[in-house]
């Protein structure tokens, strides 16, 4: 089960249980369509965007614009009109599963991977890609030119600046905090460092309105207290695609650096519930549309 990460999808910065169309179908594509070589049919689409309360003129241009931005392309599979994930997109989906599906969050003493980096003026392009990239691993600006992360993003980023054309212009260290005082310091000391690094505050709201726009979820719905499988779908791909979101946002700093009162901990055990409990029944209902929306486009041939 995948979703996507990186690219305009469109996640932008809105809050939990906001989710814009083209944000709900990247998730729709990213958990079903590569069950079928990356592809969909607009039927099927515009069947399952309905039981997510989107009508088919928004799912028709929100998807126009995902084709624009390079994330889906359009492709006839057997007659039928429909969109594939390009490669690139696949690429990011599957990179993304594990910060979304097992996200990690990093200890105090594994220490921190730092980039530094000098882009030339008349290379902006790639200066704008470098700095987008970095945000989409989990960096935070210490300056200008320096960006860091914990360390177990190393690989990561090694992986971006060669996918990216960048390594030219970037060099990857492993670092240790030393305190103003000298070597080792104090956790409040490097706590401070983090919210200067981080925007924790925005970060823990995100994570509080997650909680409050989900933890209904966890409550019997439906007739007789059962969920439908309509109704697992519905829930499942609003829930996942605010916490993909919110994953690429948090850095994965050790709690012990983070504030009191941070939700990040109870909102990643939230998602684990909600997606041993609907994933399920959220994909048996879009395989039973798919193959409804199959027999109607054969028995009309």
Excluded: C
Excluded at 11 to 27: C, Y
Excluded at 50 to 58: F, I, N, Q, S
Excluded at 116 to 143: K, M, N
Excluded at 186 to 194: I, Q
């Amino acid at each position: 089960m995948n979703t996507v990460g990186g690219k305009d999808d469109g996640a932008g910065t809105g809050s939990p249980g906001k989710a814009q169309p083209r944000q709900l179908i990247v998730t729709v594509y990213g958990l079903y369509a590569r069950d079928t070589d990356g592809w969909m049919s607009v039927a099927s689409l515009i069947r399952l965007l309905a039981d997510l309360g989107v009508e088919a003129p928004t799912v028709r241009s929100s998807v126009s614009r995902l084709k624009r931005a390079g994330i889906l392309e359009a492709a006839s599979v057997s007659g039928a009109a429909g969109y594939r994930i390009s490669p690139e997109t696949e690429r990011m989906l599957r990179d993304g599963d594990p910060r979304i599906f097992a996200a990690r969050r990093a200890t105090v003493d594994e220490g921190w991977v730092l980039v530094v980096f000098s882009v030339p003026e008349s290379e902006r392009a790639r200066r704008h890609t470098l700095r987008t990239q970095l945000t989409r691993l989990g960096f935070g600006s210490v300056s200008a030119g320096v960006w860091i992360a914990p360390g177990h993003v190393h690989a990561e980023a090694e992986d971006m600046l060669a996918r990216h054309g960048l390594r030219a212009y970037a060099d990857l260290f492993r670092a240790d905090y030393l305190s103003p005082a000298g070597p080792g310091g104090t956790d409040g000391e490097l706590a401070a460092k983090v919210r200067t690094w981080w925007d924790t505050a925005r970060l823990r709201r995100l994570y509080a309105e997650f909680l409050v726009a989900h933890r209904p979820a966890t409550a019997p719905v439906g007739d007789g207290g059962r969920v439908t499988d309509r109704e697992a779908f519905a829930t499942y791909i609003r829930v996942l695609t605010d916490w993909r979101r919110l994953v690429y946002l948090d850095p994965g700093v050790a709690r012990d650096l983070l504030p009191a009162d941070w939700g990040g901990t109870e909102a990643s055990e939230l998602f684990d519930e909600l997606h041993a409990r609907l994933a399920g029944p959220a994909r048996r209902h879009v395989e039973r549309l798919r193959g409804e929306a199959e027999r109607v486009r054969t028995d009309g041939l």
